[in-house]
């Protein structure tokens, strides 16, 4: 007889433990700046623990995809993982001890950041190859890769969060975090095939384009390209690709005004309106739910649809209203539509994003590129929320919401009249023939300017826009 009982394969495991790991992270982002907050009172302390996490991941995921090809993506993302919980672990610890103080919190949450950088590339890099293994299009692959972020950062995270917070204090709920990272990295480790995520100089799995590729291209060796030759190459190539450097810089101010608004904005409005933890934890649910929703309908229907009208008109719903409504004091039931509303046309933005960067960037530089679009667009991410909590002091909470609405709206609005944003419709079929092409060509240095030229079709890699 044979079994019933399900097994996942390969990627739907590595979905499953970077679910776990970015839910677990989703509720440590709660649980701190709230500790923070009561403990302390201050917004600008509040938004100063967010930084400081978020400033390293930043800088160390920009600096990451050299190294993670090195070294192997699942090796480093194991390394990331351990790390990441024993830095978790402490803060609960020390706070048992007497001895966490705030500078001290400041260092360690630094320190989390650092590792989850290359962590998290890590784990992207993987996809592909274990699309390729399972028989997965990429297209595929990249939508559950959303939707699983989607489910872990926005839906489930925050309602975990808000009730670990709630019902059990932060500090258990950080020690949750360190936790999940303790179990991704068991599952990364121990779960996957052997020989996956290995580093980029041992080889490629058998058969696929690039092993073909590389061996016709170098003799059957890869060559060796320098940390910092790779590291430019993937810079060029965003710097020169018109719509993916718009895409990024679009991307940079719409993160920097969410982070104001979800570490700092909305954290204080809950808390002045008398509400508690579990309503914050409730307005995030809602959005992550009803992204879920819109991401899997994105998924199914986008393709059937212009790009440039779905994406501003999802970024107009997604955007400034989330501002607006505290702003104008709405009852809560109706600042809960809004955040429905908002998470639901969210959810059809990163699919749009991640066809755009998987059309338009090279198979063999997805790496490098995508670690450097994620740190530029998430470069203003530790500024929001020391920014949001300067605001709110020298303006107060309601103006301060106004004025993030107002300059949301506008950066959503008015770069969509350059002409850079008309690429986004063009059909898929010629840029993979010219990326085919330009792989082919590839012997390790890749000649970005005839692949951006050609290419104009918008493409993807995890250009990290979120609401999560």
Known sequence: MKSSAWIPGPLTRLLMANGVSLLGTRVAAIALPWFVLVTTGSAARTGLVAACELTPYVVSKALSGPLVDRLGARRTSVAADLFSAVAAGLVPLLHAAGLLSFPLLLVITAVLGTMRGPGDLAKYVMVPELAERAGQPLERASGMVSVAERLAQGA??????GLLVTLCGPMTAVLVNAGSFVVVAAAVGLGLPQGSGAPAGSGVPAGSAESVTEAGATGGQAPEVGYWRQFGEGLAFLRSDGLL????????LTNLLDAAFSSVL???????????ASVLGLLFAVSG????????IA?????????????FLAFLFAGAPRFVAPALGLPLPAVVLVFLCNG???????PILGAIEYERIPRHMLGRVGAIGDAVSWAGVPLGGILGGVVVGAVGLVPALLIGGTAYALVTNLT??????????????????????????????PERPEVAEVSATPGTSEVPWDLR
């Open 156 to 161: 489930l995270g925050p309602a975990v969060g």
């Open 245 to 252: 450097l718009a895409l990024t810089a679009m991307v940079a």
């Open 266 to 276: 909305l954290p204080v409005w809950v808390e002045r309106s008398d509400h508690g």
């Open 289 to 296: 739910f009803a992204g879920v929703g819109g991401s899997l």
């Open 299 to 311: 998924a199914a229907a986008a393709h059937k649809l212009p790009r440039r009208p779905v994406f």
């Open 344 to 350: 639901f046309s969210a959810g059809f933005l990163n």
């Open 416 to 445: 969509g009249l350059r002409p850079e944003w008309r690429a986004m419709n063009r059909r898929s079929d010629e840029s993979r023939t010219v990326e085919a092409s330009g792989t082919a060509g590839a012997s390790g240095a």
